[in-house]
């Protein structure tokens, strides 16, 4: 066994996740977002294992993530695979060449589209709130009815969807609306894992889940519903006591005030885990949550009390006994990105449950 930090991406707790979203979202096509390396999970191992559950549809952030995606499947699976980040002028050959469908989201992305000319499917990206990325409404209408662009879906993206309560959600659901009422005949996208879980009115002809295909809960919270998919474990290297008044790790700010136990676990932050932890985090060992007292590059400590441990024990850093959404909250930060940063040094195996 390598001591050294381990990433299990478990694939038929993906497609597990996959049905039960796919259910929830009735009659409306589930589109998996596969964007940032299928959430630091692997694009390719994710969005083959997807492509057998029966996903169709995918999305990504980045032309070259989706030139990367559209050779993982291989022209054997003809997906449709849009792209976020739109059209980036000058890419035009590129998307065509890779079967890619720009999601336009500023006007100079639509003046590049009509100069692509015909048989060059698009997506228009509707922005209904975020102000971030999408056409405005005004510009938007002055599409409906122009030859010049081949649209296949029309979409926007929710701000606030994990909190069902915000008034944002309607405001956007509203505008959403009346966006599409200008394009009746366009399949329309607004939600994403999130959405899809607000109720039937926001999910429309498409939805696009991401963190909850990889098993965060789509509240920002473990979800009953949503199975782990990652597993990061890595192998205790040494066990020690530290006397009181003795320092741990770096910096003179963590005093030890009593005999405490610690395992020394080879992990740390240039496997993925966020510095912060330490001092907030819990760690799984021997039946037990446990508080992880520092994290460091290469290694981080947690405390043990009496539990019997040798080196070579595996714990768990994240998991089924350490939800995603725990971990995040703990560490001041959302599901996403406590799961893109493990595309570090951990190494990564596939497996089916
Ligand atoms: C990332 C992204 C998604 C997926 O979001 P999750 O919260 O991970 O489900 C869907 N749509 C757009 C536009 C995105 O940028």
Request: aromatic content about 6%.
């Amino acid at each position: 066994m390598p001591h050294r930090a381990r990433l299990t991406v478990d694939l038929s707790a993906l497609d597990r996740n996959y049905r039960t979203l796919a259910a929830l979202a009735g009659g409306a096509e589930t589109a998996p977002v596969v964007k940032a390396d299928g959430y630091g999970l692997g694009a390719r191992q994710v969005a083959l294992s997807l492509w057998a559950a029966g996903a169709r549809s995918f999305f990504v952030a980045r032309l070259d993530e989706g030139e990367g995606l559209r050779r993982a499947l291989g022209s054997a699976r003809p997906a449709r695979i849009f792209v976020l980040d739109g059209l980036v002028p000058g890419t035009a050959d590129r998307a065509r060449r890779s079967g890619l469908i720009p999601m336009l989201a500023d006007p100079v992305q639509v003046e590049a589209a009509r100069a692509a000319g015909g048989d060059f499917p698009v997506g228009l990206h509707v922005d209904t709130g975020m102000n971030r990325q999408g056409l405005t409404p005004e510009y938007l209408a002055t599409l409906a009815g122009d030859r010049r662009l081949e649209p296949v879906l029309l979409m926007s993206h929710l701000g606030s969807a994990a909190e069902p309560e915000a008034p944002r959600n309607r405001i956007q659901l509203d505008r959403f609306r009346r966006a599409r009422s200008l394009f009746p005949d366009l399949p329309a996208s607004l939600a994403a894992s999130a959405g899809l879980f607000l109720g039937p009115e926001w999910r429309f002809d498409m939805v696009r889940p991401g963190v909850s295909l990889f098993g965060g809960g789509p509240f920002e919270r473990p979800d009953p519903r949503i199975e782990a998919v990652a597993t990061l474990d890595a192998p205790i290297l040494y066990v020690r006591t530290v006397a009181p008044g003795e320092w741990l790790g770096y910096g003179s700010g963590l005093r030890v005030e009593e005999p405490t136990r610690i395992a020394v676990v080879a992990a740390g932050y240039a496997d993925g885990l966020l510095r912060r932890g330490g001092g907030r985090a819990s760690a799984w060992f021997a039946g037990a949550r446990r508080p992880v007292r520092i994290v460091n590059m290469d290694l981080l400590a947690i405390e043990i009390g009496e539990s019997p441990a040798k080196p070579g024990d595996r714990v768990e850093l994240m998991g089924p006994n350490l939800p995603l959404d725990d971990l995040a909250a703990a560490t001041d930060t959302v599901a996403h990105e406590c799961l893109v940063r493990l595309s570090g040094r951990a190494r990564r195996r596939y497996v089916r449950s």
